[in-house]
């Protein structure tokens, strides 16, 4: 079974923001696959189908940014999911807005979602899509600023790393996650 995250706030007043464009993969995704995000476990929202022969399962952790590994964790110890079989989608302030990284392991570089997700799993070593947004303009708060939505000139490059991270992941049902890193690292 495959696990599938992405990052983000619950409610609304969270919805479109910066840091909740994990959120965004995830419900593209599940649009794709037909997988519908109706179960509530785990600290978060979720959905479990089948793609390409694979079992998966799409999941929002609902426990706000900072305590994503908790929700994370608790499904992957209900499942019995390995760490190489999980993806975190998440949003990276080092990366220009939509360009997309995928990585095998890392540091948190400052997340707060990803320190959560490092300390649960007990390491840093799991699959994970970068998706950039930027740094905020001189002056402003970090916070205020992954809290914000996009601009507008933002919005087309956003909605192009979306649905690249939703191929990216739909690509990882077939291959292994180096190839499709490298495929779409480029």
């Known amino acids: 079974m495959k696990l599938i995250v992405g990052l983000g706030n619950p409610g609304r007043q969270y919805e479109g923001t910066r840091h909740n464009i994990g959120f965004e993969v995830i419900e593209r995704l599940a649009g794709r696959l037909g997988i519908p995000l109706d179960q509530f476990k785990h600290k978060g929202i979720f959905g479990i189908g089948h793609y390409k022969g694979e079992?998966?399962?799409?999941?929002?952790?609902?426990?706000?940014m900072n305590l994503s590994g908790e929700s994370i964790r608790a499904a992957m110890d209900f499942y019995k999911i390995d760490t190489e079989d999980v993806l975190v989608i998440y949003d990276d302030l080092d990366l220009p807005a939509?360009?997309?990284?995928?990585?095998?392991?890392?540091?948190?570089?400052?997340?707060?979602?990803?320190?959560s997700t490092i300390a649960h799993l007990g390491t840093a070593d799991f699959n994970r899509i970068r998706i950039g947004i930027s740094r905020p303009p001189a002056g402003m708060a970090?916070?205020?600023?992954?809290?914000g939505r996009f601009r507008k000139e933002e919005e087309p490059l956003m909605a192009e790393a979306?649905?690249?991270?939703?191929?990216?992941c739909e690509a990882w049902f077939e291959k292994p996650f180096l190839q499709v890193m490298n495929e779409y690292n480029q």
């Open 98 to 115: 939509g360009k997309i990284r995928l990585r095998q392991k890392g540091s948190p570089g400052g997340h707060n979602g990803i320190k």
């Open 55 to 64: 079992k998966v399962m799409l999941l929002m952790p609902l426990t706000y």
């Open 162 to 168: 979306v649905e690249k991270s939703a191929a990216a």
């Open 142 to 147: 970090v916070p205020d600023y992954v809290l």
